[in-house]
């Protein structure tokens, strides 16, 4: 299979020794989770329950309304005690969430019927598995899958690139996933290549991720359709656009989607979550995440119950909140979002909490003027001018940064990781895109 590349990227150092090496723990059953109804790209569920009703882990408790949105599960089991706006890592504001005070038992919901004979059952039967289950994109955009998997009909797609790159540095989860749970990946695979009635599957991983290859290539030996593509670690290597241009050579049009160009994309973790929701039953409740940075004492890889604060996480890892001031990121560093506090929970999509000193966190009122050495031009993996929105943003000429198409900005951070006059690049655009969309 030929290699091909994307123009620009980056080659920030990897920060991922802390973890890689290390397995997947179960994190203990927290005393109490939080569960924000909107966890997903779309519409926020509407809850089910209320207030001193008594719940088990993997009981729907917010059902999903309008067409993009999800449905969300207990990740414990206890008593409703509040349905309440709480703190959200991704929203400025309290947004509703259902509080869950646990009864100490862990208790499971009964399992009535799984589709392990898939093949026998139709496809909307899959795909409504699926979106019964609760499943979103655990890469981090956490868009819904059953939508993500009913492309509208006149799109001809042929290809699932199964996207194991974890470009992001300090990140492991999606390492130790495929290496831990390789088999249990590519069965979902095929179930989603099933639903998709397709006969080509590549696993797509970057080259500094030895054993994951090595475990995936054990697995993938034995299907027919399904292959391993091996790509060079450069970021943002996992961008849904770059990967399928490295991969198939194919650039997805500005403003279009992967299946305009014939290509569905899906993180690793999010086929094990279609193989647990598919073959054994279970909803999304738990997630892997990478636990890492400055002051972990016990950094690692944990399954822990969606829901669960990061104070209670943080403090297990060992960090000491009277620490401050750090950086607290959910995500990444490079395209993750820092939270001003603790007493906030993980969702479906957060990959990871990674903590930064201080002395390495740039503040935004300090940086200098544009010196035009375009660097920032250089490394945009979306030949975008990067110089220019940034600027216009800076003085609110909205109608002026349209010319330099800010929507198709995927947010990576390459342009302010290389800018030498340390500009907030992408908080530059993200302003223009919030401003643009309000017109
Ligand atoms: S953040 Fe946007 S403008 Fe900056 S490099 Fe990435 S895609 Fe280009
Ligand atoms: S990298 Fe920074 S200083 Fe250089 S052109 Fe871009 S915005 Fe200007």
Request: with cysteine; glycine share 8%; charged share 20%.
């Amino acid at each position: 299979m030929a290699t091909f590349n994307f123009s620009g990227g980056i080659h920030p150092p990897e920060l991922k020794n802390q973890t890689k090496d290390l397995s997947i723990k179960e994190f203990p059953v927290p005393e109490k989770v939080v569960i924000p109804l909107s966890q997903h790209t779309g519409a926020p569920a509407i809850p089910i329950v209320k207030k001193g009703d008594i719940v088990v882990a993997g009981q729907k408790i917010g059902e999903s309304q309008g067409k993009i949105s999800a449905n969300v599960h207990s990740s414990i089991s206890g008593e409703v005690v509040d349905v309440i706006p709480y703190n959200h890592p991704l929203i400025s504001k309290p947004a509703p969430a259902i509080i869950i005070k646990s009864d100490g038992k862990n208790s499971q919901i009964e399992i009535k019927k799984t589709y392990w004979d898939y093949y026998r059952y139709s496809t909307q039967d899959i795909i409504k598995v699926i979106q019964e289950a609760g499943i979103v994109g655990l890469g981090g955009a956490a868009f819904p899958t059953h939508v993500k998997l009913s492309p509208p009909k006149e799109k001809e797609i042929d290809t699932l690139l199964l996207n194991g790159c974890e470009c992001e540095p300090c990140l492991t989860c999606d390492d130790r996933l495929m290496q831990e749970n390789p088999k249990e990946i590519i069965e979902g695979m095929k179930i989603i290549m099933f639903i998709l009635n397709i006969h080509k599957g590549i696993v797509v991983i970057e080259d500094n991720k030895k054993n994951a290859i090595e475990a995936i290539n054990k697995i993938v030996f034995l299907e027919p359709n399904i292959s391993v593509k091996i790509v060079k670690t450069k970021y943002p290597q996992g961008a849904e656009k770059q990967l399928i241009k490295t991969v198939l050579n194919r650039e997805v049009p500005s403003g279009g989607l992967p299946f305009d160009v014939g290509v569905i994309v899906q993180n690793v973790g999010t086929s094990y979550a279609i193989y647990q929701a598919v073959v054994k039953g279970l909803p999304l409740t738990s997630r892997v995440i990478t636990v890492a940075g400055d002051f972990i004492l016990n950094p690692g890889n944990y399954r822990v119950p969606i829901g669960t604060l990061a104070s209670d996480i943080l403090s297990y890892c060992g960090y000491k909140p009277e620490e401050k001031p750090h950086k607290i990121i959910f995500g990444g560093p490079m395209m993750g979002i820092s939270q001003g506090i603790l007493d906030v929970p993980i969702l479906k999509g957060t990959s990871g909490i990674i903590v930064q000193e201080s002395k390495n966190i740039q503040f935004f009122s300090e940086y200098d003027n544009c010196i035009h050495c375009g660097k920032c031009v250089d490394v945009c993996p979306m030949e975008l001018m990067p110089n220019f929105l940034s600027y216009y943003a800076e003085h609110m000429l909205w109608e002026k940064c349209k010319e330099f198409f800010p929507n198709d900005c995927i947010e990576c951070g390459c342009c302010a990781y290389e800018c030498p006059a340390k500009r907030p690049i992408v908080q530059h655009i993200k302003l223009a895109k919030f401003y643009l969309s309000k017109k």
